[in-house]
């Protein structure tokens, strides 16, 4: 019999396995996710869309967002999201995302004024 241990590769060895393991996981990661990447291209269906943002102080905003064809207004800050209302669609006339001017903030303010006035007639 030989001596307990002969068979034991040295540390030297070990480290440099380890590191080829190591970088041949990172790139068999790297491919994935690249290919994934190419074939989604991350925008979903649409299935939900933002209308408008009101932001309240640099952390907390109010957004009214769009989605299964019901109109929802999400309160967004420190903690979780809250949805403070649901409003009719109907009643929700915000201008594309595209066509927003400097003045979408009054605008915003300007809608959910009327949406609330409607709401407590």
Known sequence: MGVPGSD?????????????SLGLVCLVAFVVLRWLARRWDGRGQ???????RCGLEPRR?????????????IGVGDGPMTMLAELDRATV??????CRTAHSTAAFAQVLEKVFKRERR
């Open 8 to 20: 034991l590769p040295g540390l030297g060895s070990s480290l440099a396995l380890s590191l080829v």
């Open 46 to 52: 649409d299935c939900v869309r933002i209308l408008g």
């Open 61 to 73: 905003a109010l957004y009214l967002i769009e989605t299964g064809g019901r109109c929802f207004l």
């Open 93 to 98: 006339a915000i201008e594309p995302p595209a």
